[in-house]
């Protein structure tokens, strides 16, 4: 059994081809069961966000499940594998792990650290839940990739400062202003990256919203969206004494706001602090405004110039999450190589226990008459015996870690003790229909 | 005695700004938390310090020049602690402990005996002087830190720089608010001292007022701070200008304590080293 992954991400294909290859939400529990009856595919799981879509598997055959899979996302999504062939990035056994972890952690992400790919993750692994195509294996992988995640955000501070140009202006208002709370924001103009800032900085706390626009009625309908005032374009002197944060987005040709006019109102407002975010091209405010004590004037450019600093710091970051990795990756596959040695020492035990119970009666109805306090110490005497024996070839096999040498040690075993040659597969579904609790750990059934 | 307790808060404030500014390099709450535990064990060895040499020699201990250092680190550090308590701006630790830490070191290399009090400082007015003046000091010093975080990270944000220093020092409203606070308690607190050591001189010289170097310079530092309280409470003065004006009285205030000391003789020199 060997855990694979297939997919394409922003870096290797084009946004016409992820679209074609997305699975819509409510059908992915379909498309799920459709790849769980592939003969090749024991479990699975979909991810599918606009910057990716993966299908993570623990595959019966590793080759056969990759055709398999490449061949129903042709089946599936209508177009051939030339297409899309060249975007398609598979990883197998160790890689596919590293993988999902990255992944999860986000150091796979368009922009390095965003937090919403986890929760899209997790709601993969809901989705699989439910169609109930995952199982023991993809289980211990989410939960891992999840733990991973969790330390990639609270070890490294690759989550930390602002790297977009709304959320760069948030947090230059807070380094300003301390907290946005009973602060006043007015919009002057219009237009998307206008509505976004100020969407950030009312999620930031701000109090109020005032807009203006040259053409009243825009002003009115954009302030009733942010449920704030709307003043005529001719007040906007006035409503620049009253407001802490100015966002400017007009198509104006020349400067809106001037650095006499500014003297003036910071006159007027006691020299109390004001940040311009000037995201206008050309630029609505004069830059000479800027120069002025307790004025901050920023423009789109010095925006951008600290969100790409800001990014910088990231991939430092993204580095020390990277090692961290790495030391989750190899926690993992030792788990999983135990797995492949689980089912030889769980029949092992089993038949030197059976050995031991057969004796141990034969002894018992020789000596009726033996106390129950002897029959206990024999019980214990016995177990020691075989405990102590098999000891040292248990933690041999645990500990091995060149795949190699296990399966010697696991051929020889079988054919010395006359072992069933079972499989990881079958003793799986076994241990499956016996687990009950979701939670619990292989390594804890012996 | 009261020299190992002081000579255990010096190593404790030591050991304090180390980890204050290991704090500022990794950005560990952990380590401003360490921190703030050591330099508070260290308060408690400089209070017994105070309070040991207090019963020892019967008189306040704040004659000398040795004395007057102590206290005035050790109003530093009980005002930092104070902020602490109040405040979560943890880089605060990390300007006030070196200072606490530096008049602690020029207060080791003094002479620490304890003699007789002179005449003229045994008066009921002198130790109260002392401590008023102490407390305007030490609350002006952390106007004055505030007053040099504010000018580093207004340059940080005029030259759109939002890097490491940037993200090491509290925002500009936060900084300014406490640096009018600190001046609303410092200001009538010299005021006061001045006011007591006025009374004080009376008894001691027969004038209120002696115009000797000491009482010249720090009629010229309560007038700064007077300035400054006037055009933050008229013109509202804030921000750049306000916290320069802090740096400047902070300069003013240390001249009063030590350069007068040092380089202008007059009344207060009581003995070579005050």
């Known amino acids: 059994m060997e855990l694979l992954v297939i997919g394409l991400n922003h870096n290797t294909a084009p946004i016409e081809i992820r679209e074609c290859l997305a699975f819509p939400e409510d059908r992915l529990e379909e498309a799920l069961s459709k790849v769980h009856a592939l003969s090749s595919v024991k479990e699975d799981m979909i991810v599918s966000t606009c910057n990716r879509v993966e299908v993570y598997a623990a595959a019966r055959e590793t080759e056969k499940a990759i055709h398999d899979l490449k061949g129903f996302l042709c089946q599936y999504h209508g177009i051939s594998l030339k297409e899309f062939e060249k975007s398609l990035y598979t990883h197998v056994g160790e890689e596919a792990v590293r993988h999902i972890f990255r992944v999860a952690s986000s150091l796979d992400s368009m922009v390095l650290g965003e937090p919403q790919i986890l929760g899209q993750i997790k709601d993969a692994y809901d989705v699989s839940q439910q169609a109930n195509t995952s199982g023991l294996i993809l289980h211990r992988l989410l939960h891992r990739a999840f733990h991973v995640a969790k330390r990639v955000r609270t070890e490294t501070k690759i989550a930390i400062s602002a790297v977009s140009v709304s959320s760069v202006a948030v947090e230059l208002a807070e380094k300003i202003f301390g907290t946005l709370e009973k602060k006043t924001v007015l919009l002057i103009g219009a237009g998307e990256m206008c509505e976004l800032a100020a969407r950030h900085l009312v999620a930031g706390g701000v109090e109020k919203m005032l807009v203006t626009n040259r053409t009243y009625e825009r002003a009115v309908s954009l302030a009733r969206e942010f449920r704030g005032e709307a003043i005529p374009f001719e007040d906007m002197t006035q409503g620049l004494k009253k407001t802490d944060i100015v966002i400017s987005a007009t198509n104006s040709p020349q400067y809106l706001i001037g650095h006499d006019q500014i003297t003036k109102v910071m006159k007027d407002r006691r020299q109390k602090p004001i940040f311009f975010i000037d995201i206008a091209d050309p630029r609505d405010v004069e830059p000479k405004v800027g120069d002025m004590e307790n004025v901050y004037l920023y423009n789109i450019d010095d925006l951008q110039k600290v969100a790409n600093e800001n990014i910088k710091d990231r991939e430092k970051e993204a580095q020390k999450a990277e090692t961290l990795v790495q030391d989750e990756v190899v926690k993992f596959v030792n788990w999983y190589r135990s797995l492949d040695v689980t089912p030889t020492i769980v029949a092992l035990r089993k038949k030197f226990e059976e050995i031991r119970k057969r004796e141990l009666e034969k002894t018992l109805s020789l000596h009726p008459n033996l106390s129950d306090k002897e029959k206990k110490s024999l019980e214990a005497l016995t177990s020691a015996i075989i405990n102590k024996i098999l000891h040292t070839p248990i933690t041999l096999l645990k500990q091995t870690n060149e795949e190699a040498m296990a399966d010697l040690y696991l051929d020889a075993l079988r054919v010395l003790f006359g072992l069933p040659e079972k499989s990881l597969e079958t003793f799986l579904e076994k241990f499956e229909e016996k687990q009950e609790e979701e939670e619990t750990n292989l390594e804890d059934a012996f | ?274």
Not at chain 2, 11 to 35: H, M, P, R
Not at chain 2, 142 to 159: N, P, S
Not at chain 2, 232 to 254: C, E, P, Q, S, Y
Request: aromatic content about 18%; glycine content about 6%; hydrophobic content about 55%.
């Open chain 2, 1 to 274: 005695m009261d020299v190992h307790f002081f000579e255990f808060a010096s190593f404790l404030y030591l050991l304090g700004t180390l980890a204050y500014l290991a704090y500022v390099l990794f950005l560990k709450g952990v380590l401003s938390n360490i921190a703030a535990a050591v330099v508070s064990f260290g308060f408690a060895s400089h209070t017994l310090a105070i309070l040991t040499r207090y019963f020892e020699a019967g008189y306040t201990p704040v004659t000398n020049l040795y004395e007057s250092l102590s206290f005035f680190a050790w109003m530093i550090i009980g005002l930092l602690l104070m902020a602490n308590l109040k405040y979560k701006i943890k880089v605060l630790g990390s300007f006030l402990t070196p200072i606490a830490l530096i008049l602690m070191l020029f207060a080791l290399a003094l002479p620490k005996e304890i003699f007789p009090l002179a005449p003229v400082l045994k008066s009921f007015w002198h130790p109260f002087h002392v401590i008023f003046a102490f407390l305007g000091n030490a609350i002006f010093t952390l106007t004055f830190c505030l007053g040099v975080m504010y000018l580093i990270q207004e340059h940080q944000l005029k030259a759109k720089k939002m890097g490491a220093i940037a993200k090491r020092l509290p925002s500009l409203s936060v900084v300014d608010d406490l640096s009018y606070l600190s001046l609303k308690f410092g200001f009538p607190l010299l005021t006061l001292g001045i006011i007591t050591g006025a009374v004080w001189a009376e008894y001691a010289w027969g004038r209120y007022w002696n115009w000797d170097p000491k009482e010249t310079w720090s009629l010229i530092t309560w007038l700064l701070y007077a300035a400054l309280l006037h055009q933050r409470l008229t013109v509202g003065w804030r921000g750049r200008k306000a916290a320069i004006m802090a740096i400047v009285g902070f300069l003013a205030v240390l001249f009063t304590f030590l350069g007068v000391n040092l380089l202008l003789p007059g009344l207060h020199t009581y003995s070579k080293w005050q």
